[in-house]
């Protein structure tokens, strides 16, 4: 039997899964990130931790494939982080690091573009081979599929899908240090920005009203028990979302538009009002586009680093 690892690298904790080459997840598990002195520890302390793996489970190297990993920040088609905004890494060669510390072959992608291609293996995606993955969090990601394999592009930047210009007219600035960007609306702390706006200019009663504290949860609550302006604030969410894929479609025409991440959790009514302001603005030969909601939770990023070295 042959085997892979698939590791998701996080700033709290790096996920871990071992794999059969079919995809079949044998077992998975976490270990702490070592952040501290710019992160020196995550490394070995993975190779630590698969070495123990193989030594309870007694498969040797020769039986292992590879292992795959996603970092958060762009990688290069060598396997190279030019900085990390939450592991403490500046330019660390991750591939030939890892491969020094384990003897075995290292393929390396940025998280989004990763779990992506776990939810195309194994996932929402599952059978086809051009599929664009939103994850609605935090911030936005995204992750961009192409004959399956993951859009990387000349700085390990492909599929930056948050970062968009959906607003030439707004006046705040993004986390990234521009303005209008996708995922100032659009991500889970977009929208509660967009409820703050929206019930500070209208005076009509709402549930929100009565929340200490209106996250993105608590929107998508009010909307299901039919509040005005809950639909209002996820009206101009899915205007915002639903365009920018439209635009995206045109360019690299996916057969599937996954959504992900924590906000995704609201369900398929989340999908009525992206779909609805896709079509609306889509180009003709993308409109049957098909929208779903991610299948692999937290285990997307394992399965899609997995994936990675065995393509």
Known sequence: MKYCFGVDIGGTTVKMGLFQIDGVLLEKWEIPSHTENEGAAILPDVAASIEELCEKKKIAKDQIEGVGIGVPAPVTEVGIVQNTANLGWGYKEVKKEM??????????????????????????????????????????????????????????????????????????????????????????????????????????????????????????????????IAEEIVEEFGKYLGHALANIAVVVDPAVIVIGGGVSKAGEILLDYIVKNYRANA???????????AELGNDAGICGAAKLILD
């Not at 920005?193 to 709402?206: I, T």
């Not at 180009?283 to 909601?293: E, Y």
């Open 99 to 228: 491969e020094e510390l384990t003897g075995l072959k290292v393929r390396l992608g940025n998280d989004a573009n990763v779990a992506a291609l776990g939810e195309m293996w194994l996932g929402a995606g599952k059978g086809e081979k051009n599929i664009v993955m939103v994850t609605l969090g935090t911030g936005v990601g995204g992750g961009v599929i192409l004959e399956g394999h993951p859009l990387v592009g000349t700085n390990g930047a492909g599929g930056e899908i948050g970062h968009i210009c959906v607003n030439e007219t707004e006046t705040e600035t993004c986390g990234c240090g521009k303005k209008g960007c996708l995922e100032q609306y659009a991500s889970a702390t977009g929208i509660a920005r967009l409820a703050a706006l929206r019930l500070e200019k209208d005076a009509k009663s709402s549930l929100l009203r009565s929340q200490e504290h209106v996250d993105a949860k608590a929107v998508f609550d009010a909307l299901k028990a039919q509040d005005e």
């Open 283 to 293: 180009f003709f030969a993308n409109q049957d586009v098909q929208f779903k909601l």
